[in-house]
């Protein structure tokens, strides 16, 4: 916290700071110490942005009213680290606005892009269990009767498979179901009676995931009930909210870029179907995910690879913008 | 060997003597003493049958060529026993033509059946491996160019599934093809770059089974040449051979039956698609696998299920059958 006590702090400031299993290949200074660890998704950057944000903070006149300051694990994790700071913080603690952001290597540095609404998806996770009938089976004509899970497996996958395509002509989908693991029988000469295919389900809100789930729960019992087979769907909601910015948050983010004299730019487009345990904030307050424009001279690495690197200077677009936040609370 | 010595026997009989791992649920006196094993495919009483023929042949005039009697272990299993017998005879012990039987229950007591030509289906392995990119998948956007190795995997199977069905409106197919085992992914959130597919093929002749080998090759290379991933098919043929009937020996059965007063049909009206490894004993010698009869007053527990008994005096037939032939061989 920073700023008077005894308060509800008026705004949240979140910073991820957890490494991913990549070997570092930059010659830089700062590199990873531990080999097949690295900060490949700027994380550590969030974090260093934050901290000298609360230098700033605290070096400057006191503020209003309090700010609140969250260092985070485990954003890549499952089950991620949002929901044990949230849960683990006081309803008193818990600011009406959170602001977060994230380093974007394809956005030119220091540039701030921002859209309002849907930004990142859900994830779930979609368990689809068949289970036929226990037959024994040799060939062609014995075992007729027996019921191949497989078979219907495979036609659950079909169908889900054309539930979600081509429903937009852009590049992006509201909602997508992946299987990503998908695995029937166990001898190759015997009919597979068992079928099992887990996967992951993203929508833009949970209205979207809901009505995904009431849509794969009536595949399911269509199939089952057209065929002598269990078939059993089974969802685990909440493994990553979905990211929306509030449109309250995305003005006051734009005013103080103006304010600033910091580009800051509608972006991306569209929404983006990959997720960020941010959303955890945003489900109970306000606020905004922004990012934070990275891209080097010469062409930029990819987040999440051995040669991800930055000019730390844009941070500063960061800490310029946060402050302005903070002494100009909702 | 029965009969004189030092020349080539003239005739071979092969019964097999496995058991099964199932439970033997009848009172008999006779039943298994091991629990867990039973000789539910009737193989005691093949192994009866072929003992009480040695002792008729041994009782009775001397044969005038010898005849060879083969008690099999392993049918059920693979690699199956009647390879090793094979390779074990030298060749001026292998007879130019092979008898075996099986006792089965969908025929009344004691009557005989034969068909000339493709009687049981060959048994090979089929294996198809998909490996696509490896490149790392987040949701829908993000690793747009990943290739998703079980979508391919399911175009593979649904090529394969619809390339045997339906071609023929009798009950039996002469090729089909089981996938009994399919494995795509590892993680639900992760797109699955690797699948693979085990199966197997049955075919009513060796130039079907390697049409249909081709077959899967090309669609293979089909579906290769269309997508960015390599698919590979792989076989393993001769675990069990095509059972098929050489019409003189059907003949000479058919003949001995008529001699005898022995109720003989000809049975099934289609090829079947099991197999029996006595396919082996066809591949190189003339020969017949035929059906003994033994359905019990009162309906009769199917072969291969925990109640399964016979009559043993339907084995008589076989005796006498057998011995007809042995007394005059081809």
Partial sequence: MVGPRGTQPAIGFRADLDALPITEETDAEYASLNPGLMHACG??????????????????????????????????????????????????????????????????????????????????????????????????????????????????????SSMWSGRHPTDYQPVSLNIGRFEAGDEPNRVPTQCLMRGTLRALSWAEQDRAFEMIRETAAQIEGSRDARVHASFESGIRPPVRNAAASVSRVRAACGHLGIDCRVYPEHPVGVSDDFGWYLDDSKGVLFFLGCAAMGGSPDLHTPTFDFDESVLLNYVDVAAELARNPM
Same sequence: chains 1, 2.
């Fill in 43 to 160: 994380h550590d950057g969030h974090a260093a942005g934050l901290l000298a944000l609360a230098r700033r903070l605290v070096a400057g006149p006191t503020l209003s009213e309090p700010a609140l300051l969250v260092f985070q694990q485990a954003e890549e994790g499952h089950p991620s680290g949002a929901p044990r700071v949230l849960r683990g913080l006081p309803g008193y603690l818990l600011p009406p606005e959170f602001i977060g952001f994230h380093l974007w290597p394809e956005l030119p540095a220091g540039v701030i892009g921002l859209r309002s609404g849907a930004l990142f998806t859900s994830v779930a996770g979609v368990t689809i269990h068949v289970s036929g009938s226990t037959g024994r089976v040799h060939g062609t004509t014995f075992g007729k009767d027996a019921v191949d899970g497989l078979a219907i497996g495979h036609e659950i996958y079909t169908a889900l």
